[in-house]
């Protein structure tokens, strides 16, 4: 299953836009516009999939919460049961909010690029790309 | 019979290194506007990218340089870049530009090997290292040739990979005594992975 950022290194790669900035030499390709309706495809694909990933984390979460609260009610509401249903309720909703959020993030990406992608010429449309890609990869790696 | 430059010992401090590319995003900015300049309007037209490829490995290796008293100008225009090599008290100047068909893209424009060559003096004992794309026309210009051990890439630079190289080369310089060039040597054995005596 790619993601968002898969997708978007693969077809930077086959445009040659992933290589390194020389201090000189020939620039990278243009793009053409069978690239951009290729990785438009892949776009709409990855979205339906994550529309769909989103729904069944949305019923992970209510049926944690729903374990929590049947716990909850069959320790007889004992002090260290709820504590200990509580917390791990809360330690496993965090993990699945927090999936959630990244998929959130790359559905609401993948919304914009869909939106935009179609209005620029196909060298604008590769530079949008270009500076999502590198502004995720600069926010996901610190600096040495 | 005294020695090459290049064979000459020299601690960090006797280096300077000269930045001709953008820094920050403002110069960025101004470049891909500016008619004559080439690097940003051609080689790297995104600041995210060039950030990645360019600024970030950039202040890394300035923070390290500067750690071990390396002298580092940034945004270096040709006057600055000039009275650089004319400054005795640096006995290697390390030129981070980008190279057109012949031509150096300093912060305020393109020189020609030529130009360069015309200002810069002939009668220095230093190393110039020239950490920029085939820049054969400068490196074998008359003035170049008399007055510096020149060093360059004959092939196309990666600013990432050599800027990190950087960071290892003023390692081996502050911990060893030795030569500029030995010191080159040992950074390419070292990062090939051979074993350094």
Redesign the interface.
């Known amino acids: 299953m790619s993601s968002l950022i898969e997708v978007l290194r693969s077809t930077l790669d086959a445009s040659g836009h992933l290589k390194s900035v020389l201090l000189g030499g020939p620039r990278a390709s243009g793009w053409t516009d069978s690239a951009r309706s290729q990785l438009m495809q892949q776009l709409g694909e990855l979205r339906r999939s994550l529309s769909w990933r989103m729904r069944c984390m949305s019923f992970v979460l209510v049926i944690v919460l729903i374990v929590c609260v049947w716990l909850i009610y069959s320790s007889a509401n004992t002090s260290v049961g709820i504590a200990a249903v509580t917390g791990g309720g809360l330690v496993s909703m965090l993990g699945v909010v927090r999936i959630m959020r990244h998929m959130w993030q790359d559905h609401a990406s993948i919304d914009l690029l869909l939106a935009v992608l179609p209005e620029f010429g196909a060298d604008d449309a590769v530079k949008l790309i270009e500076s999502y890609y590198f502004s995720r990869q600069l926010r996901d790696t610190k600096p040495k | 019979m005294s020695e090459r430059p290049g064979q000459e010992r020299v601690k960090p401090k006797d280096c300077a290194i000269a930045v001709a590319?953008p820094s920050s995003f403002e110069r960025f900015q101004a470049d891909r506007s500016a008619l004559k300049k080439d690097?940003v309007r051609?080689?790297?037209?995104?600041?995210?990218?060039?950030?990645?490829?360019?600024v970030?490995p950039m202040?890394?290796a300035v923070r390290d340089a500067e750690s071990y008293g390396v002298a580092v100008f940034s945004d270096v225009t040709f006057e600055r870049f000039i009275d650089l090599c004319k400054d005795e008290e640096f006995k290697v100047v390390i030129l981070?530009?980008?190279?057109?068909e012949r031509s150096i893209e300093f912060s305020d424009g393109l020189r020609s090997a030529e130009e360069i060559d015309d200002h810069i003096p002939s009668s220095t004992t230093s190393v110039l290292d020239l950490?920029?794309?085939?820049p054969e026309a400068l490196a074998n210009a008359r003035a170049v040739r008399a007055g510096f051990d020149t060093r360059y890439n004959e092939s196309?630079?990666?600013?990432?990979?050599w800027f990190a190289f950087y960071r290892f080369l003023f390692r081996f310089l502050s911990t060893y005594d030795i030569s500029y060039f030995k010191a080159f040597g040992l950074t390419v054995d070292y990062l090939s992975g051979k074993e350094i005596a």
Do not use: E, G, M
């Open positions: 590319l690097f051609n080689c790297c037209t995104t600041w995210a990218k060039y950030q990645h490829d360019v970030r202040a890394s981070f530009a980008h190279w057109t950490c920029v794309c085939c196309l630079v990666t600013p990432r990979i």
